[in-house]
């Protein structure tokens, strides 16, 4: 790689300034304001600041429902990432063929992605309404079973999983198919000539060869489902029924703006952001070496 | 995201809407409300007839968002200094408006700029909720309203009901499951699951929903809602949900689609609901009104009322403040109190104002409106029943309607989804407490 010079020292910093300044007033600042509120118990309107230490960390790692709701954020965004990058590339090997139309279905496929979380919520909802939904009422020809979302948590939960893959899905076939693009034509003809059906070529060629995509797209799936699917879950369950579908981050926003105990939700918000730094580093630590670039 | 981080962006939207007309010299006043479409417009009438009768102040009327947003927009602007008047905050938002000590009461407001109003005139359940212990009336009523039941006429017919609204629980029972039968999809229903079946059903039988009569002699920290009362109302949602009469909606209102698109029998939700369903039914099907059911074997209350009131809050100048009561002043005239009632469908909230309402035949074209001024009249003021007042309210609520669902759906006993709501709410209410020990 070639390195690049610039000819005035203070020019790469001034180049990176807006960056920098933007990651501290938009993260630093407020990732440290959280972690020095979650020591206090803070009053709404600021009138009353009593420190207590480790008092909502107690009370948080004292609720088992904060257990539920940790489980349910694992579970939910492992769900989503796998089932997401699983029909994102089926589908992408399928676009990358030669077929007639190709740019017209590419262009379908995408689509998705420029469309909100909680406008997808919403469009979601309208599908699966319990009462005016259509798939409820084509269920219904098929079987007795309610699928009422707003008393079952399998079904909310599953409503979600869906929404949040086929949102994210546009973004992911995107990455796939110019990862497919990037693997040399030479190679998989060669397996070819070596006697190799589709499939085998899939798995012993492609598929490495796409790890570093994959790599990449798990870590920000896992994160997008972490935190993006807040206005997907705001829109269609609210965290519910019960606290089926309150995966951290709504939790914490609802506790901190819908019920105003602040520090409380800062707590929650401090403990969010370790679980994704650990997350994140166990991704880089022990996936990034079985990655082939 | 945290408080500093909320106040600047905050901060930047008061300077960027909140810059003052340089051509008036008037002196201007922010209301930040949280009425939409329709109720939306109204505000902005009263806000541009009482600009236009006087020179002086300027009524700057600005949507905020929804309740809790807007409330939140005023904590913000409280914390980054910057001057905003007046604040509609929804009925649960009140005691936390209250410890706050951010805001001007309004009684004090009005003596200090000597302007006289008969607080006496209100309806008591609505002076009862926003005033201190010692009667003195903290906020400004705006809009109330009080949950009360609708029934779909055509689908009582074609169940073989007779065209009357249940009166009793044990009624709701028996007609929804008639219902049923008949093939209507949504026997039952209700919104506003925790304020509605819960909160009110409490005070409308003179039972008490949390300690220190339901926060008014000080602030509670222990919910009563696991008693037998409560317990018996829910063992009846849950058979309810599991034999099909009961159709769960959602939380908060949204199972008004239901009802707005057809398919309930019988429902309860706000009286303010009927200018909604009158507008969505036209044309397509007939409904009727009545008062909140009861359950038999348990002493009257009154049902309580929920909407919002106006806060003032401080950190304005005094020139702003004296402006702030003239808009007071303007808005409790009952000929003003008669128009807002009559357009927006919420209770009269004066005496004075019911009977100009029944004067000029509004009742007369409107019966439905006047359902729930007779349910309050013929309800019993008791200390269960003038209002609850509890710190951090909408987790509270949410505790407890997170419950109701496991109860709808069979994951929990009533008695131990009840249990589970009062455990919860109990810590939220503690650390509210704590707060202001």
Same mark, same amino acid.
């Given at each position: 790689?070639?390195?690049?010079?610039?000819? !005035?020292?203070?020019?790469?910093?001034?180049?990176?300034?807006?960056?920098?300044?933007?990651? #501290?007033?938009?993260?630093?600042?407020?990732?440290?304001?959280?972690?020095?509120?979650?020591?206090?118990?803070?009053?709404?309107?600021?009138?009353?600041? #009593?420190?207590?230490?480790?008092?909502?960390?107690?009370?948080?790692? @004292?609720?088992?429902?904060?257990?539920?709701?940790?489980?349910?954020?694992?579970?939910?965004?492992?769900?989503?990432?796998?089932?997401?990058?699983?029909?994102?590339?089926?589908?992408?090997?399928?676009?990358?063929?030669?077929?007639?139309?190709?740019?017209?279905?590419?262009?379908?496929?995408?689509?998705?992605?420029?469309?909100?979380?909680?406008?997808?919520?919403?469009?979601?909802?309208?599908?699966?309404?319990?009462?005016?939904?259509?798939?409820?009422?084509?269920?219904?020809?098929?079987?007795?079973?309610?699928?009422?979302?707003?008393?079952?948590?399998?079904?909310? %939960?599953?409503?979600?999983?869906?929404?949040?893959?086929?949102?994210?899905?546009?973004?992911?076939?995107?990455?796939?198919?110019?990862?497919?693009?990037?693997? =040399? @034509?030479?190679?998989?003809?060669?397996?070819?000539?070596?006697?190799?059906? =589709?499939?085998?070529?899939?798995?012993? #060629?492609?598929?490495?060869?796409?790890?570093?995509?994959?790599?990449?797209?798990?870590?920000?799936?896992?994160?997008?489902?972490?935190?993006?699917?807040?206005?997907?879950?705001?829109?269609?369950?609210?965290?519910?029924?019960?606290?089926?579908?309150?995966?951290?981050?709504?939790?914490?926003?609802?506790?901190?703006?819908?019920? %105003?105990?602040?520090?409380?939700?800062?707590?929650?918000?401090?403990?969010?952001?370790?679980?994704?730094?650990?997350?994140?580093?166990?991704?880089?630590?022990?996936?990034?070496?079985?990655?082939?670039? | 995201?945290?408080?500093?981080?909320?106040?600047?962006?905050?901060?930047?939207?008061?300077?960027?809407?909140?810059?003052?007309?340089?051509?008036?010299?008037?002196?201007?006043?922010?209301?930040?409300?949280?009425?939409?479409?329709?109720?939306?417009?109204?505000?902005?009438?009263?806000?541009?007839?009482?600009?236009?009768?006087?020179?002086?102040?300027?009524?700057?009327?600005?949507?905020?968002?929804?309740?809790?947003?807007?409330?939140?927009?005023?904590?913000?602007?409280?914390?980054?200094?910057?001057?905003?008047?007046?604040?509609?905050?929804?009925?649960?938002?009140?005691?936390?408006?209250?410890?706050?000590?951010?805001?001007?009461?309004?009684?004090?407001?009005?003596?200090?700029?000597?302007?006289? #109003?008969?607080?006496?005139?209100?309806?008591?359940?609505?002076?009862?909720?926003?005033?201190?212990?010692?009667?003195?009336?903290?906020?400004?009523?705006?809009?109330?309203?009080?949950?009360?039941?609708?029934?779909?006429?055509?689908?009582?017919?074609?169940?073989?009901?007779?065209?009357?609204?249940?009166?009793?629980?044990?009624?709701?029972?028996?007609?929804?499951?008639?219902?049923?039968?008949?093939?209507?999809?949504?026997?039952?229903?209700?919104?506003?699951?925790?304020?509605?079946?819960?909160?009110?059903?409490?005070?409308?039988?003179?039972?008490?929903?949390?300690?220190?009569?339901?926060?008014?002699?000080?602030?509670?920290?222990?919910?009563?809602?696991?008693?037998?009362?409560?317990?018996?109302?829910?063992?009846?949602?849950?058979?309810?949900?599991?034999?099909?009469?009961?159709?769960?909606?959602?939380?908060?209102?949204?199972?008004?689609?239901?009802?707005?698109?057809?398919?309930?029998?019988?429902?309860?939700?706000?009286?303010?609901?009927?200018?909604?369903?009158?507008?969505?039914?036209?044309?397509?099907?007939?409904?009727?009104?009545?008062?909140?059911?009861?359950?038999?074997?348990?002493?009257?209350?009154?049902?309580?009322?929920?909407?919002?009131?106006?806060?003032?809050?401080?950190?304005?100048?005094?020139?702003?403040?004296?402006?702030?009561?003239?808009?007071?002043?303007?808005?409790?005239?009952?000929?003003?109190?008669?128009?807002?009632?009559?357009?927006?469908?919420?209770?009269?909230?004066?005496?004075?104002?019911?009977?100009?309402?029944?004067?000029?035949?509004?009742?007369?074209?409107?019966?439905?409106?006047?359902?729930?001024?007779?349910?309050?009249?013929?309800?019993?003021?008791?200390?269960?029943?003038?209002?609850?007042?509890?710190? !951090?309210?909408?987790?509270?609520?949410?505790?407890?309607?997170?419950?109701?669902?496991?109860?709808?759906?069979?994951?929990?006993?009533?008695?131990?989804?009840?249990?589970?709501?009062?455990?919860?709410?109990?810590?939220?209410?503690?650390?509210?407490?704590?707060?202001?020990?």
């Amino acid at each position: 790689m070639s390195r690049a010079v610039f000819r !005035n020292p203070w020019l790469p910093y001034a180049l990176v300034a807006p960056q920098i300044a933007i990651t #501290i007033v938009f993260f630093f600042w407020p990732a440290f304001d959280s972690l020095r509120l979650s020591l206090y118990r803070a009053s709404p309107f600021g009138d009353r600041l #009593i420190f207590i230490g480790g008092g909502n960390f107690t009370r948080l790692l @004292g609720d088992p429902a904060y257990f539920r709701s940790v489980a349910t954020s694992l579970g939910f965004s492992l769900v989503v990432t796998v089932a997401g990058l699983a029909v994102a590339l089926l589908l992408a090997s399928l676009a990358n063929a030669r077929i007639r139309g190709l740019a017209v279905y590419r262009t379908l496929l995408l689509w998705p992605y420029g469309i909100a979380p909680a406008v997808a919520g919403v469009i979601w909802l309208f599908v699966f309404h319990p009462s005016f939904g259509v798939l409820p009422y084509l269920l219904s020809f098929v079987t007795d079973y309610q699928f009422n979302w707003f008393l079952k948590g399998w079904v909310a %939960l599953t409503l979600i999983v869906i929404a949040a893959v086929w949102k994210q899905f546009g973004y992911n076939l995107a990455f796939y198919l110019a990862g497919l693009q990037a693997i =040399p @034509g030479s190679v998989l003809e060669a397996a070819s000539v070596d006697g190799a059906g =589709p499939v085998r070529r899939f798995f012993a #060629i492609t598929f490495p060869l796409l790890s570093p995509v994959t790599f990449f797209l798990f870590t920000l799936n896992m994160t997008f489902a972490f935190f993006e699917t807040f206005g997907l879950i705001h829109a269609v369950t609210q965290g519910g029924p019960g606290d089926a579908t309150s995966i951290l981050v709504y939790r914490a926003w609802k506790d901190g703006f819908d019920g %105003l105990q602040l520090g409380y939700s800062a707590a929650q918000s401090v403990i969010l952001m370790l679980l994704v730094i650990a997350l994140t580093a166990v991704q880089f630590r022990y996936a990034e070496k079985k990655v082939t670039y | 995201m945290t408080r500093s981080a909320l106040s600047v962006l905050v901060a930047a939207a008061v300077v960027l809407t909140g810059v003052p007309s340089t051509s008036r010299a008037a002196t201007e006043i922010q209301f930040w409300h949280a009425m939409t479409a329709v109720l939306g417009e109204r505000v902005n009438d009263i806000a541009n007839k009482f600009n236009a009768s006087q020179s002086e102040y300027v009524v700057k009327a600005v949507h905020k968002g929804s309740y809790p947003e807007t409330l939140n927009a005023a904590i913000a602007a409280y914390r980054a200094k910057q001057p905003l008047h007046i604040v509609q905050v929804f009925e649960v938002g009140t005691q936390t408006m209250l410890s706050s000590g951010a805001v001007y009461p309004v009684y004090q407001l009005m003596k200090d700029h000597g302007v006289a #109003i008969d607080w006496n005139d209100l309806i008591s359940p609505v002076k009862g909720y926003y005033s201190s212990t010692g009667g003195n009336l903290y906020s400004m009523p705006f809009n109330s309203s009080t949950p009360i039941l609708y029934y779909h006429k055509d689908h009582f017919k074609k169940a073989g009901l007779p065209d009357k609204p249940p009166a009793t629980w044990d009624a709701v029972e028996s007609m929804a499951r008639k219902l049923k039968t008949a093939g209507v999809k949504c026997p039952f229903s209700s919104a506003w699951p925790s304020w509605v079946l819960v909160e009110n059903m409490h005070a409308y039988h003179d039972q008490p929903f949390a300690d220190n009569r339901n926060g008014f002699d000080g602030l509670a920290t222990t919910l009563k809602i696991n008693g037998p009362f409560g317990v018996k109302m829910m063992e009846r949602l849950a058979r309810g949900a599991k034999d099909g009469w009961f159709t769960y909606g959602g939380r908060l209102n949204k199972a008004e689609a239901l009802m707005t698109a057809g398919e309930c029998g019988i429902f309860t939700t706000s009286s303010a609901y009927i200018g909604n369903l009158a507008r969505a039914s036209e044309g397509k099907f007939a409904w009727g009104t009545g008062p909140l059911p009861r359950l038999a074997g348990f002493p009257q209350g009154n049902s309580i009322i929920g909407g919002a009131t106006l806060w003032v809050m401080r950190g304005g100048k005094p020139e702003e403040y004296k402006g702030v009561a003239q808009f007071f002043k303007y808005l409790a005239s009952t000929e003003n109190q008669a128009w807002w009632a009559g357009v927006t469908g919420y209770l009269p909230l004066t005496n004075s104002t019911a009977k100009a309402l029944e004067a000029s035949g509004h009742y007369v074209k409107n019966p439905h409106q006047k359902t729930a001024v007779v349910q309050m009249n013929a309800g019993k003021t008791t200390p269960n029943s003038q209002g609850i007042r509890l710190g !951090n309210f909408n987790s509270v609520r949410d505790a407890i309607e997170e419950q109701m669902e496991n109860i709808f759906s069979g994951n929990k006993t009533a008695k131990q989804g009840l249990d589970d709501a009062v455990a919860k709410s109990n810590d939220i209410l503690k650390e509210f407490a704590a707060l202001y020990r």
